[in-house]
């Protein structure tokens, strides 16, 4: 039986195919997971992507004279609920790290540490 291989689309950002490829290595993927694989990477791009925007724009704008929340605060929040939820699908939670984790992490480990 030929082994499953995950092909990670070519439209993602270099920070995205770095965490899936740390996803793929600490999973066993199957063909039945492409379809959360693919939300994966669109969901931390667009993470990327918020986090990004406010990076360069600010958490809060000025609207009418009035100083309102970034619409990308939503996108960001939304975006890396998504990614907790489909990472803890696969069981990739502090839960299942690996005594001396701290040693060496890995980018999705960054990610859950907030490094």
């Not at 994966?40 to 929340?69: F, H, P, S």
Request: charged share 25%; glycine share 6%; hydrophobic share 40%.
């Amino acid at each position: 039986m030929k082994k499953y291989i995950f092909k990670i689309p070519d439209w993602v950002q270099p920070g995205t195919k770095r965490f899936i490829k740390s996803v793929i290595k600490s999973i066993n993927p199957q063909p039945e997971d492409e379809g959360l694989l693919m939300s994966l990477c669109a969901n931390y791009d667009t993470m990327i992507q918020a986090r990004d925007t406010i990076a360069k724009e600010g958490v809060c704008l000025i609207q009418n004279g009035r100083t309102v929340r970034h619409p990308a605060t939503a996108v960001l929040k939304q975006s890396s609920d998504l990614i907790i939820a489909i990472c803890k699908s696969f069981r990739l939670t502090r839960k299942e790290a690996p005594e001396g984790f701290n040693k060496e992490l890995t980018e999705a480990d960054a990610f859950f540490l907030g490094k």
